[in-house]
T-cell receptor, first 112, second 114 residues
Framework: DAKTTQPNSMESNEEEPVHLPCNHSTISGTDYIHWYRQLPSQGPEYVIHGLTSNVNNRMASLAIAEDRKSSTLILHRATLRDAAVYYCILRDVGNRDDKIIFGKGTRLHILP | EAQVTQNPRYLITVTGKKLTVTCSQNMNHEYMSWYRQDPGLGLRQIYYSMNVEVTDKGDVPEGYKVSRKEKRNFPLILESPSPNQTSLYFC?????????????FGPGTRLLVL
């Protein structure tokens, strides 16, 4: 069973911010939250990850709820190239569980 | 260039004919993994390997075998392919299995079993 829950699809207008939610109510204290995205006809690529604090990098920001049961990937200014499937996954920091469960992700549509 | 490579990229075969899909990484990563991707089902992990000679089942291991004799290579073996193994396969690697490590994915292998 997927450890994370995401909406099947979302739409956003080009050049506007996008907030992609992810619920992970059974997260453990040693799970990192990772986000990957998969562009059409490509393998998944890393976007961002975090443990407790909010994180920023050149691609996106990750906002983690205080109780860590949910997180939000923020694309500050969406472009057509951001149209992809976005996956939120958990990965244990202490090797407690080495399996990785991706789930179905959120398909993001960007409207010009 | 740091990368994960897979071969072949496309393969058409017939039921029961053994095949191997190769995966190689040049980043000295300990953790390697195989996924399959099917419409509506997302990415599902088949097998993973923590290091040389250490492999374990993922969520959908039935009908597949793997081996990890060298750190850089992690081949996926289908001893007797069936049509329900028609899928898009991805190999991935990360430095370790620890939670903060990023996974790097290969370009994918599209397999059709007739």
């Amino acid at each position: 069973d997927a450890k994370t829950t995401q909406p099947n699809s979302m739409e956003s207008n080009e050049e506007e911010p996008v907030h992609l939610p992810c619920n992970h109510s059974t997260i453990s204290g040693t799970d990192y939250i990772h986000w990957y995205r998969q562009l059409p006809s490509q393998g998944p690529e890393y976007v961002i990850h975090g443990l407790t604090s909010n994180v920023n990098n050149r691609m996106a920001s990750l906002a983690i709820a205080e109780d860590r049961k949910s997180s939000t990937l923020i694309l500050h200014r969406a472009t057509l190239r951001d149209a992809a499937v976005y996956y939120c996954i958990l990965r244990d920091v202490g090797n407690r569980d080495d399996k990785i469960i991706f789930g179905k992700g959120t398909r993001l549509h960007i409207l010009p | 260039e740091a990368q994960v490579t897979q071969n072949p990229r496309y393969l058409i075969t017939v039921t029961g004919k053994k095949l191997t899909v190769t995966c190689s990484q040049n980043m000295n990563h300990e953790y390697m993994s195989w996924y399959r991707q099917d419409p509506g089902l997302g990415l599902r992990q088949i097998y993973y390997s923590m290091n040389v000679e250490v492999t374990d089942k993922g969520d959908v291991p039935e009908g597949y075998k793997v081996s990890r004799k060298e750190k850089r290579n992690f081949p996926l073996i289908l001893e007797s392919p069936s049509p329900n193994q028609t899928s898009l396969y991805f190999c991935a690697s990360s430095f370790t299995a620890r939670g903060g490590e990023t996974q790097y994915f290969g370009p994918g292998t599209r397999l059709l079993v007739l």
